[in-house]
């Protein structure tokens, strides 16, 4: 299942994303706080089953600041009671904080998701794939390990969203693909460095054509396929079925 929300807003921070997770929050808290105490709770350690992308719309950067005429964010996920409650949460409210930014939602809009039970399917990325080796260096699409180190993370995801990790390994072929440096930081680290410190990934947009499990690649285009999915990357969308 898959849903966007338009925002109104006419400036956000560089590190956008943790608005986005700040609203997804807000959003969960509005709809059912017994879920939302759930959903983030310290005990429960494994990752979040959802991915979203962020479309800025008409955006100047200027210094550690963005202006725009707004923003299209995109989630998705293959856990209905999650989606449900985000949905809802967005529904009931009209206007999000984010530090002294002002967020207005004025559209939640159902999309289709698609369904395919091919073993061949060309992503295209919404949001940027991050991979890093065990030593957290970035990999790139044109590196001989890249397949290993991105069905290392499909593994991983499947496993903590349904207790089994792939049904057959990925075969991974980029098709095109662009560097881009996305620069973050995080409550912690703007605790022990500063608000002016940032975090660096090197993440990669593009096209790739993917082969194995039909059912595994479906959860993948719902779920996302990246390091940090529940910041914004690794957002999935199928631009073509094949076989």
């Not at 990246?226 to 094949?242: A, P, T």
């Amino acid at each position: 299942m898959r849903f966007s929300c338009f925002f109104r807003v006419s400036k956000i921070p560089i590190c956008y994303r943790m608005a986005i997770v700040s609203i997804i929050k807000e959003a969960l808290r509005t709809s059912n706080q017994e879920y939302c105490n759930y959903f983030y709770s310290e005990k429960r350690q494994k990752t979040k089953p959802f991915v979203f992308s962020v479309y800025l719309k008409n955006f100047k950067i200027m210094g550690d600041e963005i202006h725009l005429d707004g923003m299209n964010v995109t989630f998705s996920s293959p856990d209905y009671e999650f989606l449900m409650h985000l949905y809802n949460g967005l529904q009931q409210k009209k206007t999000f904080f984010y530090k002294e930014y002002e967020f207005r939602k004025e559209n939640v809009r159902l999309l289709k998701e698609k369904q395919f039970r091919s073993s061949t399917v060309v992503f295209r990325t919404l949001s940027p794939i991050l991979v890093e080796d065990e030593h957290g260096a970035p990999v790139s699409p044109d590196q001989v390990d890249y397949p290993k180190h991105l069905n290392y993370l499909a593994n991983l995801i499947l496993f903590e969203y349904r207790g089994k990790g792939l049904q057959s390994p990925l075969s991974v072929r980029p098709l095109r693909y662009k560097k881009i440096v996305v620069k973050e930081s995080n409550h912690q680290f703007a605790e022990e460095k500063g608000d002016n410190c940032y975090l660096y990934f090197t993440a990669y947009h593009g096209q790739f054509i993917v082969q194995g499990h039909p059912e595994d690649l479906q959860l993948l285009y719902q779920l996302g396929l990246s390091k940090r999915r529940n910041q914004g990357f690794g957002q999935l969308e199928v631009e073509e079925v094949r076989g």
